[in-house]
């Protein structure tokens, strides 16, 4: 485990998924005192298409442009 205080993070912010890689975890301090620690995550799986995620949402019945074009109209 590496110990960056706040000041070193935000130096090293850009380069900070190198030192996590590195050194697994890092413990953040303020005035020597840990106050966080930041850890790799791991195991992020691929994020789904849009087009599945369209595929999985129901078809409406009546277009959504009409609902809201009679929601408009009823003000």
Do not use: C, F, N
């Not at 998924?17 to 992020?44: K, N, Y």
């Not at 999985?56 to 003000?75: G, K, N, Q, T, Y």
């Amino acid at each position: 485990m590496k110990r960056l205080s706040i000041r070193e993070i935000r130096a090293s912010l850009p380069r900070l998924e190198d030192v996590l890689a590195q050194s697994g975890t890092i413990e953040v301090t303020r005035h020597g005192r840990p106050i966080a620690r930041l850890s790799a995550v791991a195991g992020l799986g691929k994020l789904p298409s849009h087009a599945d995620i369209r595929r999985r949402i129901p078809r409406l019945s009546v277009a959504s442009e009409v609902h809201i074009r009679a929601e408009r109209d009823e003000r």
